[in-house]
């Protein structure tokens, strides 16, 4: 049996389908923009992008928390 997503990846299919990208795209954008930090980055995608706050925070979590080794 497959354990259920949890975390801020629970919401990749929402966003997938919601903004019509896949999240290897939105990951894409947030390690090459020259913002750093997890508020700036979330601000950024809700306003230059259109995400809603948690699929912003869950996106940007993730990522981040990639690039840590996490």
Known sequence: MTAPV???ASYFPSI??????PVAEWQE???TSPLTRH???VN?????H???HGHANA???HTLA????A
């Open 29 to 31: 954008l947030i390690r």
């Open 50 to 52: 259109g995400l809603g």
């Open 59 to 61: 996106l940007v979590a």
């Open 39 to 41: 508020m700036e980055l």
């Open 6 to 8: 949890k975390g801020p």
């Open 16 to 21: 997938e389908k919601k903004y019509g990208r």
């Open 66 to 69: 990639e690039g840590a080794g």
């Open 44 to 48: 950024w995608l809700k306003t230059e």
